[in-house]
């Protein structure tokens, strides 16, 4: 008998679909320490943070999302002074003044500076420059937004964060008139992968670029508003890329990888509209609760209605 899925975290209310937009994805321990932040206890995200060790891309998953938290950067401020010298409690203060700024509360200047200073207490890590390259993602220009990926990458080579802010960024570069297949972003996405070892999620890159890419155009009046309508993964050369990421993501799974359900959402959002919905439903059985906004928003629509008709759509017929 399947058990019952997991109540909502502290603080956020139930609704009627089996699914939620928590940035914590399934990082349950992520959202735990997350509500106790909220609460004013940064003592569990101490633990949280010492426990995480060097896996960066959990670390750099967990430190943004908890300073996504309205509350982060006051407790992180408490934490710094109770313990001026913890690499952990910097970090975390850099990512909250970062989402402060982007949210209009604080000065980027403020932000940047904090980074740099966690930077400087933790050398090797390349968290501190993540959220710098998601400051820049937003207030920066091209060089300064490649300086940093630079500075990301040389820490960590497939730092999975970091590589989809720079897909995202790409993207927007050099609109056209129409879907070029020779775009900077396809070719950056192509050497990413390229690049990464053969479990790499970063093999799953090419198609995050094809939904990127779908959204400025979309955006620009160029490919049709609604995905459905578009002939944006019809393409040869899309059908290659959707395939080639299916069969990677049948023999590596990368189960292990905290933002998995993230490229999960990507290639069954592009499943489903290439009109693969057998190979989608898989995908939307494996994600189970844990969307993410990300693509089904593509360009500006209701990702819970988008989520919601695709999987019903993908899934009809098979339960």
Not at 182 to 194: K, N, Q, T
Not at 270 to 295: M, Q, V
Request: aromatic fraction near 8%; charge should be neutral; charged fraction near 30%.
């Amino acid at each position: 008998m399947t058990p019952p899925p997991p109540p909502p975290p502290l603080g956020r209310s139930r609704n009627r679909d089996s699914f939620s937009f928590d940035p914590a994805l399934d990082d349950i321990d992520l959202a735990a320490a997350r509500d106790a932040l909220g609460q004013g206890r940064w003592d569990e995200v101490r633990e949280l943070l010492e426990g995480t060790g060097q896996d960066w891309d959990r670390r750099g998953h967990r430190l943004v999302v908890l300073g996504r938290t309205p509350t982060a950067a006051a407790w992180a401020e408490d934490w710094r002074i109770a313990d001026p010298g913890s690499a952990d409690a910097a970090a975390l203060y850099a990512h909250a003044l970062v989402f402060r700024a982007l949210r209009g509360k604080a000065k980027p200047e403020a932000a940047r500076e904090m980074c740099r200073t966690a930077a400087r207490m933790a050398p090797a890590d390349p968290s501190p420059w993540l959220g710098l390259l998601i400051l820049t993602r937003r207030t920066g220009t091209d060089e300064e937004r490649l300086q940093i990926f630079d500075q990301v990458r040389g820490r960590h080579r497939e730092h999975h964060h970091a590589h989809h802010l720079m897909t995202a960024a790409l993207a927007e570069r050099q609109q056209g008139t129409s879907d070029d297949p020779f775009h900077e972003v396809y070719d950056f996405a192509s050497w990413a992968a390229e690049q990464a070892p053969a479990d790499s999620p970063l093999c799953a890159l090419p198609v995050v670029a094809h939904a990127e890419r779908y959204r400025v155009l979309a955006e620009a009046g160029i490919e049709p508003r609604d995905p459905e309508r578009s002939g944006h993964w019809d393409s040869r050369r899309a059908r290659q890329v959707m395939k080639a990421a299916f069969d990677w993501w049948l023999e590596w799974g990368s189960e292990e990888h905290p933002r998995r359900m993230v490229d999960l959402n990507f290639l069954a959002h592009a499943k489903f509209y290439e009109g693969r919905a057998s190979e989608a439903a898989a995908l939307f059985n494996r994600i189970g609760r844990h969307a993410t906004e990300e693509p089904w928003s593509y360009p500006d629509r209701d990702p819970r209605k988008a989520f919601r008709a695709a999987k019903a759509a993908a899934t009809r017929g098979l339960t």
